[in-house]
């Protein structure tokens, strides 16, 4: 059998239930009570789809995925769990595994730059209104116009303090600019770096392609984001990942209907992906989804109830584990009764009944048929992992990170001239030359007005200086072409 078309096995019930490798770019959802068994349910979706291939990305929110590199069986439950569903040639193995995190403690250092996050979403990060969110996009556009690189964070604040003090003279060509605003966006990137999110911002950028890779067996790589501290900064968390699809979906070419996605992204804690995002947000979201599908990318969202996601993105997961909710409260009853509805009904299956019996591992599960409509919800368990469950030491993620292919390449930080170091350098050459005008004995009136307007002009001059330089590129990232500006070459 050709082992990159070998259906899923993800579940048995009276017999295995499976995710079809040609359905499974149709998105999938696991939901479930803290404890149930999600994060178990994910790991064995990953170690299936990288048997068949397929490299997949998932965030470790709580630390406990680092085992997927090593054997498992050292758990007593889940060797009684392979017994019981009669797996006979089941056997623990290792996993081909990148580990990358945005702090570069315990994995690859993960980058962007300002310039690929874009205005929307670091307007989000940085919990701007209306108001804020529209200057902080004039900024970016005046940046555009003059060819200033933003990659960092530094020259955001460059291009933040020259937007500020040149206002009066913008303000003709772009329209209102609000000292206030432009003072709560230094405030909030100060918050933001105080969280530790310089080091996000930067180069060498993560190259996506660097995701979708195989081993030499034909394994597909599982790559790994330390996520417990980035979870500390919610909605850094959640961004950053939607900045990973909409760039995947932006990169990646049309792969018409593949015979199995090209990667599959779990998005964990999925809820703070919509925990106040505005509507224009939402609806760009929903729209990623729905056309990523087309880029062979399967998005698999992880939360605690199929209510934590707008109807239109729910709409679009044809492949759902469900694990046990609690139905403590009136509220918490109609929380069941509302996930069972999001099933296709099963002869004989109370299915709002059941989600609040089922056991630690087992779940109600529906999947994509042929034709790519939804089986008939089943109770099953879910199958036993083949990696290691108990976390990794210190020692033994070093030795993984030191062996990755990749290594050496993201640790070495670059940082090439861009808006800071530009404004700066014109910033300081004007005031040089206004110092040797004021040097000279007794200077003519026509002397202090040059000097005068050498001073004004400083910083305005050393923007449009730079935009006539050949080779100053721009590139406009997140949900950019979604929203009808595309990127600059």
Same mark, same amino acid.
């Not at 149709?26 to 803290?34: D, E, F, K, S």
């Not at 966006?185 to 060498?204: D, H, K, N, Y």
């Not at 992880?302 to 609690?326: M, S």
């Given at each position: ?45 990953? +170690?299936? $789809?990288?048997?068949? *291939?397929? =490299? !997949?990305?998932?965030? /470790? #929110?709580? %630390? ?23 797996? +006979?040639? $089941?056997?623990?193995? *290792?996993? =081909? !595994?990148?580990?990358? /995190? #945005?702090? %570069? ?385």
């Amino acid at each position: 059998m050709n082992t990159e078309t070998t259906p899923l096995v993800i579940a048995k019930s009276k017999a295995e239930i499976v995710i079809l490798p040609k359905m499974a770019n149709r998105h999938g959802l696991i939901a479930g009570a803290t404890g149930t068994g999600k994060t178990v349910t994910l790991r064995t979706l990953a +170690e299936q $789809f990288s048997l068949i *291939g397929v =490299p !997949v990305f998932m965030a /470790d #929110v709580k %630390g406990d995925l680092s085992g997927l590199p090593f054997p498992g069986g050292e758990n007593a439950r889940v060797r009684e769990r392979v017994r019981e569903l009669g797996f +006979e040639h $089941f056997r623990f193995q *290792g996993f =081909p !595994v990148i580990f990358w /995190d #945005v702090f %570069g403690e315990q994995g690859h250092p993960v980058r962007a730059t300002v310039s690929e996050m874009g205005p929307l979403l670091l307007s989000r990060i940085l919990a701007l209104n209306e108001i804020q969110s529209a200057v902080l996009t004039l900024v970016f556009k005046v940046a555009d116009d003059n060819g200033l690189l933003l990659l960092d964070l530094k020259d955001l604040r460059a291009i933040l303090q020259f937007v500020g003090e040149q206002a009066p003279q913008l303000q003709k060509a772009y329209g209102n600019i609000s000292a206030a605003s432009i003072g709560a966006i230094q405030r909030g990137l100060l918050t933001l770096e105080q969280q530790g999110a310089s080091a996000f911002f930067g180069e060498p950028a993560l190259n996506l392609h660097d995701l979708i890779q195989s081993d030499g067996t034909g394994r597909g790589f599982i790559n790994v984001l330390a996520a417990d501290r980035l979870l500390q900064s919610p909605k850094l968390y959640a961004t950053f990942l939607l900045w990973m699809l909409a760039e995947l979906f932006e990169q990646l070419p049309e792969a018409g209907d593949p015979e199995k996605p090209k990667l599959v992204f779990f998005f964990d804690e999925a809820h703070l992906l919509f925990d106040g995002a505005s509507k224009v947000l939402v609806d760009k979201i929903e729209q990623v989804v729905r056309l990523i599908r087309s880029k062979g990318v399967g998005v698999y969202f992880i939360t605690q109830t199929p209510l934590d996601l707008p109807e239109t993105v729910l709409g679009q997961l044809g492949n759902r584990v469900q694990h046990a909710l609690r139905a403590f409260t009136p509220r918490d009853q109609k929380t069941v009764k509302a996930a069972a509805e999001t099933f296709r009904a099963s002869a004989g299956l109370n299915v709002a009944a059941v989600i609040t019996e089922l056991e630690v591992g087992e779940a109600l599960v529906s999947v994509l048929d042929i034709k790519g409509a939804p089986t008939k919800v089943e109770r099953a368990y879910i199958c036993p992992p083949h990696s290691r469950l108990t976390p990794l030491t210190s020692d033994e993620r070093s030795r993984v990170i030191r062996e990755s292919i990749l290594y050496g390449h993201y640790e070495k930080t670059v940082d090439r001239e861009s808006a800071y170091e530009i404004l700066k350098e014109r910033t300081a050459k004007q005031e040089k030359e206004a110092a040797v005008i004021l040097s000279q004995k007794q200077p003519s009136a026509d002397g202090q007005a040059q000097v005068g307007n050498l001073i004004a002009a400083a910083a305005k001059s050393a923007a449009h200086a730079i935009g006539s330089q050949v080779g100053r590129q721009i590139i406009r990232g997140v949900l950019g072409s979604l929203f009808g500006g595309g990127k600059k070459r």
